[in-house]
Nanobody, 124 residues
Framework: QVQLVESGGGLVQAGGSLRLSCAAS????????MGWFRQAPGKEREFVAA???????????DYADSVKDRFAISRDSAKNTMYLQMNSLKPEDTAVYYC??????????????WGQGTQVTVSS
């Protein structure tokens, strides 16, 4: 059974940092893209970042414009764990953050597996 479990969310002041983790089990995740989506109250779920391996044994990362240069996505294939380092947080980053795995891309339909989500709240 595939499982994605997020951790690391919480309350932080604007300008602060948080690191989210996603522990994956049940499949060989190194063969798939992994990423993060988020959903703020009253808004649609949106793409945040994604990471996938390349044929050159490197990783390719993609970011939404709203988080580029502030967030960094990474993964440790040996631990089947993915991370999202979030710096310079803003109140508009407040949302539930979801870990995902699948074929990849910026669309929700590109991911078959979703975690339960972790709340990130940024106070002004």
């Amino acid at each position: 059974q595939v499982q994605l479990v997020e951790s690391g969310g919480g309350l932080v002041q604007a300008g602060g940092s948080l690191r989210l983790s996603c522990a994956a089990s049940g499949r060989t995740f190194s063969a798939y893209a992994m990423g993060w989506f988020r959903q703020a109250p009253g808004k649609e779920r949106e793409f945040v970042a994604a990471i996938r391996g390349t044929s050159r044994n490197t990783y390719y990362a993609d970011y939404a414009d709203s988080v580029k240069d502030r967030f960094a996505i990474s993964r440790d294939s040996a631990k089947n764990t993915m991370y999202l380092q979030m710096n310079s947080l803003k109140p508009e980053d407040t949302a539930v953050y979801y870990c995902v795995s699948g074929a990849g891309g910026r669309q929700r339909t590109g991911y078959s597996y979703w975690g339960q989500g972790t709340q990130v709240t940024v106070s002004s």
